[in-house]
């Protein structure tokens, strides 16, 4: 089921918002990937002959050919890349948070000032009634107020 209403023809929906340039640039990370998974099966099927592949002084059982250790290789560096990405993520999460904090002390600020406005007018409201009947005009009691 698509998501057009009887009365909606695809003319009426609102113009998907791009930033300048992000077409592009999909398209540009799709070609790179597309070369280097075309480049990936070209030395995984010409690389045939025995090879092996030591670490930290160790010979790694299992990797006897030459494809084998390019997918090793191949494979740490997606979880390298996932590791960055996630380092990165946490990066604009973290800015992200930083912003909204900063904008809620703005914010705050603001209403303070608002606030604090709003006191010195009713203070102001308040002497002039005074000094109009002569006597203090009874204010309604606050129930947090009274209580004790």
């Known amino acids: 089921m698509s998501g057009l209403s009887v009365s909606q023809s695809p003319e009426d929906l609102p113009e998907p918002r791009y930033r300048k340039g992000d077409i592009p640039l999909i ?3 799709l070609i790179v990937a597309a070369a280097a998974t075309i ?12 090879a092996s592949l030591t670490l930290f002084g160790k010979v790694v059982p299992g990797l006897t050919s030459q494809w084998q250790i390019f997918a090793a290789g191949a494979a740490v560096a997606i979880i390298f890349m996932t590791g960055i990405m996630i380092a990165f993520f946490g990066i604009g999460r973290a800015f992200r948070l ?10 705050h600020e603001q209403s303070m000032h608002t606030l604090e406005l709003e006191k010195r007018r009713l203070q102001r409201a308040l002497e002039h009634a005074r000094s109009e009947n002569g006597a203090p ?6 129930p947090m107020l009274t209580s004790g």
């Not at 480049?39 to 025995?50: C, E, F």
């Not at 930083?98 to 914010?107: S, T, V, W, Y």
């Open 137 to 142: 005009p009874q204010l309604p009691s606050h």
């Open 39 to 50: 480049a990936a099966v070209g030395v995984v099927v010409d690389n045939t002959s025995p």
């Open 98 to 107: 930083r912003q909204e904090l900063r904008d809620l002390r703005d914010e």
């Open 27 to 29: 398209f540009l990370g």
